[in-house]
T-cell receptor, first 114, second 114 residues
Framework: EAGVVQSPRYKIIEKKQPVAFWCNPISGHNTLYWYLQNLGQGPELLIRYENEEAVDDSQLPKDRFSAERLKGVDSTLKIQPAELGDSAVYLC????????????FGPGTRLTVL | GNSVTQMEGPVTLSEEAFLTINCTYTATGYPSLFWYVQYPGEGLQLLLKATKADDKGSNKGFEATYRKETTSFHLEKGSVQVSDSAVYFCALSTSGSSGDKLTFGTGTRLAVRP
């Protein structure tokens, strides 16, 4: 069974540029999460989807971050414009919802903003 | 609010040594507790979990017991191997309006020497 797929794995951009990350969850998983992981820290939830609905986006900085999950499968997280402080690893995870909180994580996208 | 505190790393051990990584938590309600592991270049993987007090989670020789009286979930392994070198994250999840949102500790890096 394929795991959570994320792309790109690495991205280097200059500040004020836009950037987008893509996530394909495990087939059949209705719940999708985007986390931010700063260096030396644990992941922090940005947004959680149940199918195509964002049910928890309280930690998403909406002035520059946006996300979508069209058709309730793949998801895209966008930053526009990027700032130096956005340099981090962006993790995507998915779960079936059948068992509490067993989330499966992708390898992440490491973003460097210069 | 919910929080997880785990011992700072890095922890450096020789092969076959005994491992303990401390984790304590603060939470409202009755959380489920987890240990995730992140091997170099890979996504987080669920290592073990416990959903109620006195439960013991175990996997791959690792164990952790949910201690409600001390609000702890310490990770132990009797004999570590070089292949156990990774970053270990303690996490909790509570039910309710936040659903199965995971709150992570900052991670503990383990390095095992041959």
């Amino acid at each position: 069974e394929a795991g959570v797929v994320q792309s790109p794995r690495y991205k280097i951009i200059e500040k004020k540029q836009p950037v987008a990350f893509w996530c394909n969850p495990i087939s059949g998983h209705n719940t999708l999460y985007w986390y931010l992981q700063n260096l030396g820290q644990g992941p922090e939830l940005l947004i959680r989807y149940e199918n195509e609905e964002a049910v928890d986006d309280s930690q998403l900085p909406k002035d520059r971050f946006s996300a979508e999950r069209l058709k309730g499968v793949d998801s895209t997280l966008k930053i526009q414009p990027a700032e130096l402080g956005d340099s981090a690893v962006y993790l995507c995870a998915s779960s079936s919802g059948l068992e509490l909180s067993e989330q499966f994580f992708g390898p992440g996208t490491r973003l460097t903003v210069l | 609010g919910n929080s997880v505190t785990q011992m700072e790393g890095p922890v450096t051990l020789s092969e076959e040594a005994f491992l303990t990584i401390n984790c304590t938590y603060t939470a409202t309600g009755y959380p489920s507790l987890f240990w995730y592991v992140q091997y170099p270049g890979e996504g987080l993987q669920l290592l073990l979990k416990a959903t109620k007090a006195d439960d013991k989670g175990s996997n791959k020789g690792f164990e952790a017991t949910y201690r409600k009286e001390t609000t702890s979930f310490h990770l132990e392994k009797g004999s570590v191997q070089v292949s156990d070198s990774a970053v270990y994250f303690c996490a909790l999840s509570t039910s309710g309006s936040s659903g199965d949102k995971l709150t992570f500790g900052t991670g503990t890096r383990l390095a095992v020497r041959p």
